[in-house]
């Protein structure tokens, strides 16, 4: 943690912008994925079943009952993308789980990680496992959730950092450094 007693570590001589340490377990991952899925009415299948309803409301409106087979299916359609997206942040779940962060696929000693944020890098630490480099300039947008930042790399690569893991305010410090502005509410 930052602001533990401890010195924090380096990689050669250059000091962390921040650190952070947890414990990897299921609340995390769960965390996680609600903030990859974002605002239920923002996501992928939410929109498509907007945009399927819209149609159906359209085509009901144009062609009445000579569309009916193509309703029928537009209906299928709305109820299964509708489903979706209220199932999305459990997708979201199943993504990073096949990514590495399956709690049940890792040893109980082996869960801690530490995550370095350097100006142009994050390191991750794994307990047990060989450190993680990731370049800065590769990052996709952070997605900010209530209670942790997750970051996207190319290859399906993420690394997770929870609210409980820094102060208050080194959180949100985190937050403008990656994202450019603070944390809402504070």
Known sequence: ????????????????????????????????????AGDQMRNPPTIASIVILVAIVVLAALAGNDAVVALTILVVLWIATWQLSRRWSQIMVGRLRKAGFDTALIPNDERRREVLVFADRVVVLPKGGAP???????MRKPH??????????????????????????????????????????E
Not at 9 to 36: C, H, W
Not at 132 to 138: G, I, K
Request: proline letters at 5%; glycine letters at 8%.
């Open 1 to 36: 943690m930052s602001h533990s007693k401890h010195a924090a570590p380096t990689i050669g001589m250059e000091k962390p912008l921040f650190q952070a340490s947890y414990e990897l377990n299921r609340q995390v991952v769960e965390d996680a994925g609600m903030a990859l």
């Open 132 to 138: 993680e480099t990731y370049q800065r300039s590769e």
């Open 144 to 185: 900010v959730g209530s209670e942790i930042v997750v970051l996207r790399f190319p290859q399906g690569a993420y690394v997770l950092i929870p609210r409980r893991s820094l102060s208050a305010q080194r959180y949100n410090d985190l937050v403008r450094e990656l994202t450019g502005s603070s944390v809402a509410g």
